[in-house]
């Protein structure tokens, strides 16, 4: 899911000791219960560097805690999409309170979730307890308030804490007028997972793709949750299509880029999905096809991420 090493994904024993240490008390009892990569996802994130970059029309980034954090602040208060790791509670705040250093600027009053993933939404309590209104679609809500299996991880995700649950929902389209912005938010169809949305900032030309671009590397696609290759091609055609050619875009993993990028990820999704449903077409098995390497023109730049060619092979393969 994200697009961070394997390394830094797995934390090490010493990692996952500090911080144990350094975590809220409230999380103690979550640990418990959550599977393995939450927790080694939560004692990287203990000490994560939260890196800021400001874009444009007032529209920051945050980057260093799970996927991607846009940030707009204003009068009409600071609004995040997604959340981040739970753990990076303090550094998020921090960086928070140095976009805005005035002390009466408003506090954090709106989050907006991409999707339903743990590395999007596991902060959602504590913005919450903040004061901000948590918006997503519909799904979200869906897959946050139930258990949710990830079959690939071979695990089972426990339903969120009731505060964590988004307060208001939407099923295609829904507008939002705040700090003097417009935020256009859009639901895919099924692609990284069900639950997809993109938000557009439409005065400063700012897209959130959320996990439907992995600027750099091979996604990762949750057919549990009715994720789909045909699907994360179309949202990148629709990514492409939204704005225009100026359009900054925030993935939800990778630096912050462009339609030159995004032109560039539909030709290598799209070679990729074809050359796969070649082999599966001419009969081949999973194993097979893996080794057959049909990533291979495109490891070097495409797999240093969290999914590596054979396993975006099994993905793909899985859907066509």
Known sequence: MNQFSRRSFLATTATAAAAAYLTPRSLFAQ?????????????????????????????????????????????DGKLMVDSGISTSQPQINEALAAISADPGNPALTHLINTHWHYDHTDGNDWAHTAGATILAHDNTK???????????????????????????????????KLNGTTLLLSHYN??????????????????????????????????STGGNIDGMIAATKRNLATGTQGTIVIPGHGPVGNKTQLSATLDMLTAIRESVAKLKKQGMSLED????????????KWGTGFTKGPMFTTLVYQGV
């Open 31 to 75: 640990q418990s219960e959550q599977p393995a990569p939450v927790v080694q996802a939560r004692a990287a994130a203990a000490s994560a560097k939260i890196t800021t970059q400001k874009l444009r029309g007032n529209v920051y980034v945050l980057m260093g805690s799970g996927g991607n954090i846009a940030v707009l602040p204003g009068p």
């Open 142 to 176: 869906i897959h946050l308030s139930n258990p949710t299996t990830i079959a690939i991880f071979k695990a089972t995700f426990p339903a969120a804490p009731a505060g964590a649950i988004p307060t208001a929902t939407f099923a295609d389209k829904h507008t939002l």
């Open 190 to 223: 099924p692609a990284h997972t069900d639950s997809d949305i993109s938000i557009h900032f439409a005065e400063a030309d700012v897209l959130h793709t959320g996990d439907t671009w992995f600027n750099g590397g091979y996604p990762f696609i949750d057919y």
């Open 289 to 300: 096809t893996i080794a057959a390497k049909p990533t291979a023109a495109y490891d070097e």
